[in-house]
């Protein structure tokens, strides 16, 4: 199939014929002085938008880094880096935000057309590095990732070639596969190789332009009719973990660019949240039959996905963890996990956790509570200031469904200014129970952000963490684990929950659904979309 070459390879190709008859008869080599750079502009936004939680995400928690702060996200593009010196690079917008609720339009229409403006700023490009989560959702707006690719492509034209990285919890919609031209996700939950595979995405989109091979010539493309929570399919286990190993080592055939399996993020009630297959190429068959392969092994395993840790009741898991021997002894709090979408100020555990005798004195076992947001008992802290008494309310400012605010009377143990997410943070003792309270929501996923605030967690006898299944830090330093079904805005009972957009049939929600065509779709190059 016959496919446009980059402006870069074109240019290259004139170039080195110019440069080529200009030299003498015994002196051919095109010197690396002579070479034309590749011109790359780098833009993106990433976050996890849950449509079952009140909360609304604003411009602010994108925490924007523009022009060139936008290499501190990747340490392979540091200024000695190889790959910096491969391109001349035009870095625009990246947003980050912690995952949350749907996005306003307000703030998404701020942030893509300021990236828009960037972008129009130094054209033309040879090439474009995308980098999105692909969870986002945007009132009033499907399909924000597929959007803002469009977009894009409205400014840089078609011949540009975007290569997208993305989380394996994302969405891939048919628009965002045919705007992009190279794209794969993370083959890691929890993802440990978050760096790795940005990486992997410049790496291939470089080694495109370098060559002149361009725009890959097969894109394949498979809707998997799965729906399941990162907490089911997580690779540190099976059946997650020789799924996603199954992936490398086809990538290694001759004819294939990459190959990426995205579970899909299932939070959100939009036709786009399902699993998807993708291989990029340019072999024809092979594409086809790695696509099709890996979406039939998907398939095949989904009775077998399973939460990655014991489940249960909060009581039930407090009981064991009273009970046990070993510490520290930790429970995901995971129907409000602020790292999988929730508003994270739910206070249900929380007041479950203070109304517990067992909790009510100083000489009870010791716990952490990670964490509330509280601005009115962070303010009353800074007035009386660290060892002495505090009362105020904390938490469900956001999401009051399942408890209101609840009041916290007990003895402030520390504040600390200056964190990027909490701007403040207090820790509050309320009989044996440390209660993190923050100025603005944060997840606490290090060692260092416990002790930090003077809290020593691996000598803690329980420690309360609002996530889902545990970071490498968190999961390292646990003796025991159990994660609670608690409520919230990403509760795991996917099927309580009520999806009216999704498509159907789709597993588990269809248990006995027939089994689904899983062919391999062909989507257009980008320049033919």
Known sequence: MLRIKSCYSLMGLIGALLIFSSCSNNSTEIKDEDRQLPRIAIAGLAIESSTFSPAVSEKDAFHARRGEEIFNYYPFMNQDSANRTRAEWFPTLRGHA??????????????????????????????????????????????????????????????????????LHGNVSWRLAGNTDLITCYRMAPHEDALESKKRAVDNLLERLESGKGKPAYKAYVPVPILLPGEKTSTRVEPGKSLYAEINPVTKQEGIIDAAIWVGYAWADEPRNHAVVMVTGDSKDLVKQIAEKLANSFWEKRNDFDFIAPTASLKESLDMAIDSQEKPFMISDMG??????????????????????????????????????????????????????????????????????????????????????????????????????????????????????????????????????????????????????????????????????????????????????????????????
Not at 120 to 140: C, Q, R, T, W
Not at 341 to 358: F, N
Not at 485 to 510: A, C, N, S, W, Y
């Open 336 to 529: 409000d996990n602020p790292t999988a979408g929730g508003a994270g100020d739910v206070t249900w555990t929380l007041k479950e956790i203070l109304d517990r005798p067992e909790f009510k004195s100083d000489s009870g076992p010791s716990l952490i509570y990670a964490s509330i947001p509280g601005p009115e008992l962070v303010e009353a802290a800074m007035k009386v200031g660290v060892g002495c008494k505090v009362s105020a309310k904390a938490g469900a400012a956001v999401d009051d469904r399942f408890s209101p605010p609840i009041l916290l009377s007990g003895t402030v143990e520390a504040i600390e200014k200056g964190d990027k997410n909490a701007e403040i943070e207090v820790v509050v003792k309320v009989g044996s129970v440390n209660v993190i309270v923050t100025k603005k929501r944060k997840p606490y996923h290090r060692e260092s952000d416990f002790t930090n605030l003077g809290l020593m967690p691996r000598d803690t006898d329980i420690v309360v963490v609002k996530i889902g299944y545990l970071v490498p830090e968190l999961y390292d330093m646990r003796a025991d684990w159990i994660m609670a079904l608690t409520p919230g805005g990403v509760d795991q009972d996917l099927e309580r929950l009520e999806f009216k957009r999704i498509k159907r049939p789709m597993f588990p929600f269809d248990k006995d659904m027939d089994t689904p065509d899983l062919s391999a779709q062909l989507v257009p190059a980008s320049n033919e979309f």
């Open 98 to 167: 912690i995952p949350g609720g749907i996005v306003s339009r307000e703030a998404y229409e701020s942030l893509v057309g300021e990236t828009l403006d960037r972008l129009k700023e130094n054209l033309p490009y040879d090439g474009l590095f995308f980098d999105i989560h692909g969870a986002m959702s945007v009132i009033g707006l499907d399909d924000p990732e597929g959007d803002f690719i469009e977009r894009i492509r409205s400014v840089i034209g078609k011949e540009t070639l975007i290569s997208t990285s993305m989380d």
